[in-house]
């Protein structure tokens, strides 16, 4: 939008909407800054392998404390799955195959429609993201998966898909050990809160199912704890409060009634001008 400035060459009264009001950064440079603070993170992440012992030590602790809390079982929300394995099977896939690709679509459309709320929505997946790598490195976990006192089944391994390697710790692909936070979690909630923000459609508030889903997929797939979950959603709320939130992008005002007024109409003097008297506003 057009901002009145003084003394400016180009177009009288007007200047160019800078970056800052909504225009959007350069392309090249923001695929090579995604790329490198993806590359930061997986090879960042793979700093906390070999700890074998102290991420069971800390499975046990989250295990028993969620008990002592009377959290609700990861093994009822298994056995839901577990009815019938082409319903297992979906949960491998949406769990393998859903995770990058929804994040990359998500920035990707912000870019191009949302510039203001893809900037905002950047900064906060990086600190989120930055976040859960400390916690990574300091704080190593193994899944639920692998922890003999969940008895719970690790349904990739058995049903498949799976993305992990069979010895986590010769898995050069992954981190296996790095349960806490769930940036699955934390990264479909930054999804559904991001569109929430950037769109105006009453049907926006259906995006909360993709968070919704992705928990029930972790926790189900013994893949993560609760604790997990909760531990990516309140990292995220520190990173939301951090980084100012952009404006709503605006309804579009409707349009103006015309004034109507009867041929030679008296006309009367007001702040706005001359106008005809019993002109309709």
């Given at each position: 939008?057009?901002?009145?400035?003084r003394?400016?060459?180009g177009?009288?009264?007007?200047r160019?909407?800078?970056?800052?009001e909504g225009?959007?950064?350069?392309?090249?440079?923001?695929l090579?800054l995604?790329?490198g603070l993806?590359?930061?993170y997986?090879?960042?992440r793979?700093l906390?392998?070999g700890?074998e012992?102290?991420a069971?030590r800390?499975?046990?602790?989250?295990?028993?404390a969620?008990?002592?809390?009377?959290f609700?079982?990861e093994?009822?929300?298994?056995q839901l799955l577990l009815h019938?394995?082409?319903?297992?099977?979906?949960?491998n896939?949406?769990?393998?195959?859903v995770?990058?690709?929804?994040?990359?679509a998500f920035?990707?459309?912000l870019?191009?429609?949302?510039p203001?709320?893809y900037?905002?929505s950047?900064?906060?997946?990086?600190?989120?993201?930055g976040?859960?790598?400390?916690l990574h490195i300091?704080?190593?976990?193994?899944?639920?998966?692998m922890?003999?006192?969940?008895?719970l089944?690790?349904t990739?391994?058995?049903?498949?898909?799976?993305v992990y390697?069979?010895?986590p710790?010769?898995?050069?692909m992954?981190?296996?050990?790095?349960?806490?936070?769930s940036?699955?979690?934390g990264?479909?909630?930054?999804?559904?809160?991001?569109l929430?923000?950037?769109t105006r459609?009453?049907l926006?508030?259906?995006?909360l199912l993709?968070?919704?889903l992705?928990?029930?997929?972790i926790?189900?797939?013994?893949?993560?704890?609760?604790t997990d979950a909760l531990?990516a959603?309140v990292l995220?709320g520190f990173?939301?409060l951090v980084?100012?939130?952009?404006?709503?992008p605006s309804e579009?005002s409707?349009?103006s009634?015309?004034t109507?007024?009867?041929p030679?109409?008296p006309?009367?003097?007001t702040d706005?001008g001359v106008v005809p008297i019993g002109?309709r506003r």
């Amino acid at each position: 939008m057009a901002t009145r400035i003084r003394g400016t060459g180009g177009m009288p009264g007007t200047r160019p909407a800078s970056r800052a009001e909504g225009g959007r950064p350069p392309l090249l440079r923001e695929l090579l800054l995604v790329t490198g603070l993806f590359l930061v993170y997986k090879f960042g992440r793979l700093l906390a392998n070999g700890h074998e012992t102290a991420a069971f030590r800390n499975a046990d602790l989250v295990w028993d404390a969620e008990r002592a809390l009377h959290f609700p079982g990861e093994g009822a929300v298994q056995q839901l799955l577990l009815h019938g394995e082409p319903l297992i099977r979906a949960a491998n896939t949406y769990y393998a195959a859903v995770h990058f690709p929804a994040t990359i679509a998500f920035l990707a459309w912000l870019y191009w429609r949302r510039p203001a709320h893809y900037v905002w929505s950047r900064r906060v997946l990086a600190l989120l993201t930055g976040a859960a790598l400390a916690l990574h490195i300091l704080v190593p976990l193994a899944p639920p998966r692998m922890l003999a006192a969940t008895g719970l089944v690790d349904t990739a391994r058995v049903y498949g898909p799976s993305v992990y390697g069979a010895v986590p710790e010769a898995d050069s692909m992954a981190n296996q050990f790095a349960a806490m936070p769930s940036l699955h979690f934390g990264w479909a909630l930054m999804v559904a809160i991001g569109l929430i923000a950037a769109t105006r459609s009453p049907l926006r508030w259906w995006w909360l199912l993709h968070p919704a889903l992705t928990l029930l997929v972790i926790v189900g797939t013994a893949n993560h704890y609760w604790t997990d979950a909760l531990a990516a959603a309140v990292l995220l709320g520190f990173a939301l409060l951090v980084v100012p939130t952009p404006e709503r992008p605006s309804e579009p005002s409707p349009p103006s009634e015309p004034t109507t007024a009867a041929p030679g109409a008296p006309r009367q003097r007001t702040d706005a001008g001359v106008v005809p008297i019993g002109a309709r506003r």
